[in-house]
């Protein structure tokens, strides 16, 4: 089992930058592929990214590819989310998500498969 807490959300103008963080408190979170979702009024949530657990691989869908990075320090029991051009259509509460063995592609787009998430955070581009 593993708690995640979201923080570093809050306004950002358009074109700026702003780096998310996910604390985890558990066992074992180094074993765990993290990802990063986000979810907007009356729309299901997306997936934005995940990273496999020794984070030295990342996935990305289309609209963060080159402007988000994904990355953890499994050290300190964290995981970020670097977003950076950042645009109105970026708005939305972004939450951090846990599971074993289902990074890659497919768990972005099916965020049934992550067994533990946090509360979100809030992200406004304006």
């Known amino acids: 089992h593993v708690q995640l807490v979201e923080s570093g959300g809050g306004s950002v103008e358009t074109g700026g930058s702003v780096k998310l963080s996910c604390a985890a408190t558990?066992?074992?979170?180094?074993?765990?592929?993290m990802g990063w979702f986000r979810q907007v009024p009356g729309k299901e949530r997306e997936g934005v990214a995940a990273?496999?657990?020794?984070?030295?691989?990342?996935d990305y869908v289309a609209f963060a590819e080159g402007r988000f990075t994904i990355s953890r320090d499994n050290g300190k029991n964290q995981l970020f989310l670097q977003m950076n051009s950042l645009e109105p259509e970026d708005t939305a509460v972004y939450t951090c998500?846990?599971?074993?063995?289902?990074?890659?592609?497919?768990?972005?787009?099916?965020?049934?498969?992550?067994?533990?998430w946090g509360q979100g955070t809030q992200v406004t581009v304006s």
């Open positions: 998500a846990a599971v074993v063995n289902n990074c890659g592609h497919f768990a972005l787009e099916n965020p049934g498969v992550f067994e533990y």
């Open positions: 558990g066992h074992t979170y180094d074993r765990y592929c």
């Open positions: 990273i496999y657990p020794s984070g030295n691989s990342a």
